[in-house]
């Protein structure tokens, strides 16, 4: 069995930080490409950024460039988020997301998800 969990959201304050977590349990998370993606009320789900395991490429939304970065942890078999300068158009539930080795602009190519954690950014 493979299992995501995202962790890490909250409330927070505009311009200010968030790390989000993901988890892996059942396989090596380090083989695989991971993806975040959001999504906010009322509106689509959005990916924002996602890493090749094969290339270390990370390919970024437009919203999230300059501001989003993500790592990972191998020894915790856990990936992060971590998310500055935040803005209120930020508030979304944010999923995990991974498939085999290559990063993928379709959402129907992923298949093991986290539940979604919530952010918002609200002062």
């Known amino acids: 069995q493979v299992l995501l969990t995202d962790s890490g959201g909250g409330l927070v304050q505009p311009g200010g930080s968030l790390r989000l977590s993901c988890a892996a349990e059942g396989y090596v998370l380090n083989s695989y490409a991971i993806a975040w993606f959001r999504q906010a009320p009322g509106k689509e789900r959005e990916e924002i950024l996602c890493e090749s395991s094969s290339s270390g490429t990370v390919y970024y939304a437009n919203s999230a460039k300059g501001r989003f970065t993500i790592s990972r942890d191998v020894a915790k078999n856990t990936v992060y988020l971590q998310m500055n300068g935040l803005k209120p158009e930020d508030t979304a539930t944010y999923y995990c997301?991974?498939?085999?080795?290559?990063?993928?602009?379709?959402?129907?190519?992923?298949?093991?998800w986290g539940q979604g954690t919530q952010v918002i950014v609200s002062s």
């Open positions: 997301t991974s498939r085999p080795n290559y990063c993928s602009a379709h959402e129907r190519d992923y298949t093991s």
